[in-house]
Nanobody, 124 residues
């Protein structure tokens, strides 16, 4: 079973910064997309940011300009730099990677893998 290992969560004051990291096994090949999601208590999981293998990024409008996603394709690692944190950013943050593999019939199979989640709490 593929495990993604997350780190970097914690308690921070409003206006502070945190950096999340997520590492997939280096043996996991053909990863096309890396994403961060979050889930606050009583709310649905939502996409925070994503990055393609080519470096294209997209962001939830609530974090645009405050969060930056980056990735290291060689190490299968994705990062989320979070700045100007607000109490509304409090949530469990999950990393997600998508692997696309050519199957025996010449088609594409897609697999998704998730991290275990890391708690981010923004509070004074």
């Amino acid at each position: 079973q593929v495990q993604l290992v997350e780190s970097g969560g914690g308690l921070v004051q409003p206006g502070g910064s945190l950096r999340l990291s997520c590492a997939a096994p280096e043996s996991l090949f053909s990863i096309t997309t890396k994403r961060w999601y979050r889930q606050a208590p009583g709310k649905q999981r939502e996409l925070v940011a994503g990055i393609s293998s080519g470096g294209s990024t997209n962001y939830n409008e609530d974090v645009e300009g405050r969060f930056t996603i980056s990735g290291d394709n060689a190490r299968n690692t994705v990062y989320l730099q979070m700045s100007s944190l607000k109490p509304d950013d409090t949530a469990v943050y999950y990393c997600n990677v998508v692997q696309r593999v050519v199957n025996s019939k010449g088609g594409i199979d897609e697999y998704e893998y998730w991290g275990q989640g890391t708690q981010v709490t923004v509070s004074s």
